[in-house]
């Protein structure tokens, strides 16, 4: 069962401008996870955040969790063309010992 | 270098071939998985295995088997496969997922670069 869910499914945006991926979920977690994927290629961890915690960091990555609202969104800033992929959360829920993965944003940034 | 390795990365057989498609890790992973990626429906999770002779039925085990005869090594074997099991698959692992009574942390997961297979 699905159990992220990315929004919005494309973004196409202009270099240097940000890019922002929600993704919501359905159950309590352990932690949220996102990846990135270029074109028919494995995923890419990018960064993981703890139900802990509410705001992470990592280079030009932000990424920010709120368990009551049960979301997490995924800022890439200053953009770039090579950060064109698409991107997915992946959620590790108590007691289930799985990795849940939404079925992922695409995003296009144009030169 | 520490990586995940699938074979074969790109596969066209017949409807009832067997076939066998390996995983192998190199960073002394307890946990592999496998997952499918199909348009619209992201990637589902097929089976996976927390260590060596513990293997468990993810969201679409249907048509599939694997083992884990060695921590390195888990094989994903259609017995019979036919055209819906069309798809880009991918092996993963990850260090560890540990388990502290009821909570499973879900620790970071390496990718292979998957295979895509096409069933006639």
């Known amino acids: 069962s699905q159990q992220g869910e990315e929004d919005p499914q494309a973004l196409s945006i202009q270099e240097g401008e940000n890019a922002t991926m929600n993704c919501s979920y359905k159950?309590?977690?352990?932690?949220l996870q996102w990846y990135r994927q270029n074109s028919g290629r494995g995923l890419v961890h990018l960064i993981l955040?703890?139900?802990?915690?509410r705001e992470k960091h990592s280079g030009r990555l932000r990424v920010t969790l709120d368990t009551s609202k049960k979301s997490s969104s995924l800022l890439i800033t200053a953009s770039r063309a090579a950060d064109t992929a698409s991107y997915f959360c992946?959620?590790?829920?108590?007691?289930?010992?799985?990795?849940?993965f939404g079925t992922g944003t695409r995003l296009l940034v144009s030169p | 270098e520490a990586q995940v390795t699938q074979n074969p990365r790109y596969l066209i057989t017949v409807t009832g071939k067997k076939l066998t498609v390996t995983c192998s890790q190199n960073m002394n992973h307890e946990y592999m998985s496998w997952y499918r990626q199909d348009p619209g429906l992201g990637l589902r999770q097929i089976y996976y295995s927390m260590n060596v002779e513990v293997t468990d039925k993810g969201d679409v085990p249907e048509g599939y088997k694997v083992s884990r005869k060695e921590k390195r090594n888990f094989p994903l074997i259609l017995e019979s496969p036919s055209p819906n099991q069309t798809s880009l698959y991918f092996c993963a692992s990850s260090l560890r997922a540990v388990s502290t009574g009821a909570r499973v942390l879900q620790e970071t997961q390496y990718f292979g670069p998957g295979t895509r297979l096409l069933v006639l």
């Open positions: 992946a959620t590790s829920s108590r007691g289930f010992q799985k990795l849940v």
């Open positions: 955040i703890r139900s802990n915690e």
């Open positions: 159950t309590s977690i352990n932690n």
